[in-house]
Structure formats: C-alpha cells, structure tokens
C-alpha cells in the first residue's frame, strides 16, 4: 500500500483524533519498512506528544510580502483593486500593506504601474522533521498571531514523500485548513464521539470531505453501549463505521501520559491493522 494516504478529522476538537491517528501510525510502523506522520494541526500541533520523534531539522516557511515605496506610490489604486483579500489599500494618497491579510500572492506588484511595490520575505512558520524507528515525522507550526495556517500546511505537505502510507492529523473544525489538509488524500477517517454535537460536526465533516472528493469511514470514540446512535446516522449518510474504541478510564488515563494506544495494550495493534487493511481495500476498490 505504498503511498496511501489517510487523514484523520473530526470537525471538532477532543473528540480522540490524535488519538487515533498516532495510535493507528505506531501500530503501521511496527509491521512496514518506514511510514510517516503529518502533524498538520499546525495551530496546535501535539501528535509529537505521542510519536516522541528526535526532531532533526527546522525549515522556515516565507511568503513574498509586498512593501510599499511610498515615494514612488502616487495612489493610482490599481493594487487595491487587483488584491482580493483586502490586504492592501490607498490610504492619505499612498498604498498601504495590512500584513495579517495578505497571502503573497504577487499580483499587487503586478498591478503597479509605477513599479512601486518591491517583495521581502517574511515567516509565517516552520516545518519540522524528525524521526521515530520507522515513522518519518512531519510537523508544521504556525507562527503565533500568525494567520496563513492553510500556506504552512500545504508547506508540510509539499516536504512530505509521496511513496509510502502516509497518516496526516488534521486540526478541528470545517474550514479551509482541513480543506487544505484534506485535498490529495485518498481516504478520510471521521473520528466522533457518539454524542449529537459528535454527530452533527462529523456531518458537516462529511459535507466537506465529499466536496473535496475524499471517500470517509467513521471511528467512533468513547463508545458506550446505550449509544446507537451512530449507527442510524451512519445508515442515513450511507459511510462504514469502521472501528469503536470504547469509554474507558485506563484509555484516558494513558493518553494523559502521552502512551498510545497500541504501547497501552498490544491488542489494538491488530485492531489498527485491521482498519488500515479495510481502507487500502475500499480505495483501491475506487480506483
Ligand atoms: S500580495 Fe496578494 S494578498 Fe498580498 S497585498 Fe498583494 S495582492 Fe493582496
Ligand atoms: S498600484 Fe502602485 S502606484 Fe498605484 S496605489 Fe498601488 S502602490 Fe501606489
């Protein structure tokens, strides 16, 4: 299964999505030559708090930010007419850049017939690489105050190899991050607890991932035997529920140590297999 790829999201926070997807990465990497994990919650990053990898590199991550030569601005306004994120206006007679708006995408200094819009470098965040045995780990970080969080994850994607299975953590919520995150993917695992605020996220979730194309199965957490709920939800959107971990104390309290799941107990090894197994078959069953 070289290559395959599997976000994990859940529309929301705390619903165990790092808890899946690292347990679910330290299982693979017990069994496959090598493997790796995209940290792309990247505005709170702490799959590193699992994995344990030795980070061996940070890379910066620029955007070409305009700026201004107010000397030769005679406030013509083309650039605020080319911007489309409101990120630079004429103000007082002379061009002015808002830097939290802007994307860098060039097309201000494109627009300037005066030639007064130069580009200089500025961080919006790193990459970090590093290492566990066989798990190749990714992690992007968002400067704090910093906005651009869908440029610094495509950034960790673009380090990342395209050759071997790949479990990518995507950050809560349905807005454009996890559709950053997302696009590319074969396969998306919804992690819900069953509860209807659960429910109603991942629906939304599944809105989103069909919108971008990603087929989607369903881990459900936290599972309690007076839930059924799920499975009628399950039945109506037409999605596989594809593995329950159930409601325990021990679970939690491991997870608070930063131990996943298979280090806790060797049993979800085979449970993890199992599921990557049933996504491999159900994607190339796509192709
Ligand atoms: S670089 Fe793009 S986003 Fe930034 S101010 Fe210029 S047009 Fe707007
Ligand atoms: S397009 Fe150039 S000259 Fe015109 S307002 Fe913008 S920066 Fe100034």
């Known amino acids: 299964m070289a290559g395959l790829t599997i976000a994990v999201a859940s529309g929301k926070g705390g619903a165990g999505k790092t808890t899946v997807a690292t347990a679910l990465a330290v299982s693979l990497g017990k069994g496959l030559s090598e493997i790796q994990f995209l940290d792309c919650d990247v505005e709170e990053p ?52 808002y830097e939290d708006l802007c994307l860098g995408c060039g097309c201000c200094k494109l627009a300037c017939p005066e030639g007064a819009i130069t580009e200089k470098k500025r961080r919006i965040g790193v990459v970090e690489t590093g290492k566990r045995e066989d798990i190749v780990f990714y992690r992007g970080l968002l400067d704090v105050g910093g906005g651009l969080t869908s440029a610094v994850i495509r950034h960790v994607k673009a380090m990342a190899r395209g050759d071997i299975p790949t479990i990518l953590d995507c950050g809560p919520g349905t807005s454009s991050p996890v559709i950053a995150s997302l696009k590319g993917c074969d396969y998306c695992l919804l992690v819900t607890e069953p509860t209807p605020f659960g429910l109603s996220d991942i629906g939304l979730m599944l809105e989103v991932a069909r919108t971008v194309g990603v087929p989607c199965g369903i881990v459900v957490n936290k599972c309690q035997p007076w839930s059924p709920t799920v499975d009628d939800f399950a039945s109506v959107w037409d999605v596989p529920i594809l593995m329950r971990i159930p409601f325990r104390r021990e679970i939690a309290y491991q997870c608070s140590r930063g131990v996943t799941l298979p280090e806790a107990d060797p049993f979800w090894d085979d449970t993890f297999w199992k599921l990557f197994d049933d996504i491999g078959k159900m994607v190339w069953k796509g192709r």
């Open 46 to 97: 702490d799959a590193a708090l699992f994995i344990k990898p030795e980070i061996e590199a940070t890379t910066e991550i620029t955007i070409d930010a305009p700026e201004v030569d107010r000397t030769a601005c005679d406030g013509c306004g083309k650039c605020q007419e080319a911007c489309e994120f409101n990120a630079i206006r004429v103000e007082s007679g002379k061009a002015a850049v």
